[in-house]
């Protein structure tokens, strides 16, 4: 499979957890991006890398949301302290630098009791 | 001022009825704009790119006014098979850190 894949496709958390996601964009693609989405709206925009950069991180993201992709591969998102408004799906999508289409993965659906 | 932002949902049609969503979007600088549907719990797919003169592909018809800052989508002769939600994408200038935002989305149903 050489689409964009996400890991675990869901996670149940306790309340002031910690949890990380795992996001394996398509090989060849150097922007990665990642997002947040409730029932009945749009993503939302939480960061992207280009390779390895961190070039942009949403002002609404809480210091306890983090984002890595320290080799220009895959990358992961690490929520700190879990809130229960922190449930919900996370998507992570990619795309090459000079190509405007943007691949998304099947997410991970986050539940924090 | 949201930066994205679509028409309220639900559009609820008959079969073959023609529909038109409407976006605005806040950047007058942004450059790339694109219509993806999303099917229920599912990832979001690109339907198509937005071009300045207006594009078609099949059914679908899109167009950009970049001097009110407004994309809209037309979907002609509506399928069952159409009925999703349909969001609104602007890219961000590179110089503005090139960030891709999604509007919140307009649900469509399309009823026998």
């Known amino acids: 499979d050489t689409g964009v894949s996400q890991d675990p496709r869901h996670k149940i958390t306790k309340r002031g957890q910690n949890v990380t996601f795992r996001c394996d964009p398509i090989s060849e693609h150097n922007r990665l991006y990642w997002y947040r989405q409730t029932l009945g709206q749009g993503p939302e925009f939480l960061t992207y890398?280009?390779?390895?950069?961190?070039?942009?991180k949403s002002r609404l993201l809480s210091d306890r949301f983090s984002a890595e992709r320290p080799k220009g591969s895959f990358s992961t998102l690490e929520i700190q302290r879990t809130e229960q408004g922190d449930s919900a799906m996370y998507l992570c999508?990619?795309?090459?630098?000079?190509?405007?289409?943007?691949?998304f993965g099947s997410g991970t659906q986050l539940s924090v009791l | 001022r949201k930066e994205v932002e679509q028409d309220p949902g639900p559009f609820n049609v008959p079969e073959g009825a023609t529909v038109a969503f409407n976006c605005t979007y806040s950047n007058s600088a942004s450059q790339s704009f694109f219509w993806y549907r999303q099917d229920c719990r599912k990832e979001p797919k690109l339907l198509m790119s937005?071009?300045?003169s207006g594009n078609e592909d099949g059914r679908f018809t899109a167009q950009l006014n970049r001097a009110s800052q407004y994309i809209s989508l037309l979907i002609r002769d509506s399928k069952l098979s159409d009925s999703a939600t349909y969001l609104c994408v602007v890219n961000w200038p590179f110089s503005q850190g090139g960030k891709l935002i999604f509007g919140q989305g307009t649900e469509l149903s399309v009823k026998p």
């Open positions: 890398f280009q390779n390895e950069a961190q070039l942009e």
């Open positions: 999508a990619s795309r090459v630098q000079t190509n405007e289409k943007l691949f």
């Open positions: 937005v071009y300045s």
